[in-house]
């Protein structure tokens, strides 16, 4: 079975801390990884793909250890619209989601 | 706004009615993939089309539970005979192309299913 695991938390931060997430994928073959985001369990929006060389975009950066079949997603100066889940994702052909990390920023 | 479009956002069945859920695709997307989401729960993939082609429907329950993709008009997932374990938040998304490779999917609002 093609799992994606991660830390459910949640992650209780104030604003301006730095959080990182973390999460693990049994599918080797897996050749697509993303990070989405959901809020209030509307639907998934994407944030980031996510690449081996390592990739950011502003406060976010993603990270892709193939060798360990782990992913990362570092949030920097976080706000309080950050406040959400955060769904890791891999696969190959279909997309397989994790159950999702819940982060609280509070003021 | 092209996104993807689902209807209805929210269902009422009793037990034993059917459900029909409906997905357009982004335009210019053929690649369409349908999620259920329970309470508490993660998102599971149930079935993966193509216009007028089922490609994956390994997540997908043996019985009672259907997915076409006709070459006109939306995606339909059929739950027939719905019971109340069958409530959850359904989501379809879609891509211009198969998911390999970085290729993202897009989402729609999902409909929200709830059996009495």
């Known amino acids: 079975r093609k799992e994606v695991e991660q830390d459910p938390g949640p992650f209780n931060v104030p604003e301006g801390a730095t959080v990182a997430f973390n999460c693990t994928y049994s599918n080797s073959a897996s050749q697509s990884f993303f990070w989405y985001r959901q809020d209030c369990r509307k639907e998934p929006k994407l944030l980031m793909s996510v690449y081996s060389s390592g990739n950011e975009d502003g406060r976010f950066t993603a990270q892709l250890n193939r060798a360990s079949q782990y992913i990362s997603l570092l949030i920097r100066d976080s706000k309080l619209s950050d406040s959400a889940t955060y769904l890791c994702v891999s696969g190959y052909s279909t997309l397989t989601f994790g159950k999702g990390t819940m982060l609280l920023v509070s003021p | 706004n092209a996104g993807v479009m689902q209807n209805p956002r929210h269902l009422v069945r009793r037990r034993g009615q059917e459900a029909r859920l409906r997905c357009s695709p982004m335009k210019g997307h053929s690649h369409v993939y349908w999620y259920r989401q329970l309470p508490e729960e993660g998102l599971k993939f149930m079935v993966y089309l193509q216009k007028e082609n089922i490609i994956d429907e390994s997540g997908m329950p043996k019985e009672r539970f259907s997915a076409e993709f006709p070459k006109e008009g939306p995606s339909i997932l059929r739950i027939q005979q719905v019971v109340r374990g069958d409530s959850a938040a359904y989501f379809c998304?879609?891509?211009?192309?198969?998911?390999?490779?970085?290729?993202?999917?897009?989402f729609g609002s999902g409909t929200q299913l709830s059996v009495l």
């Open positions: 998304a879609s891509s211009p192309r198969q998911a390999r490779t970085n290729e993202k999917l897009f």
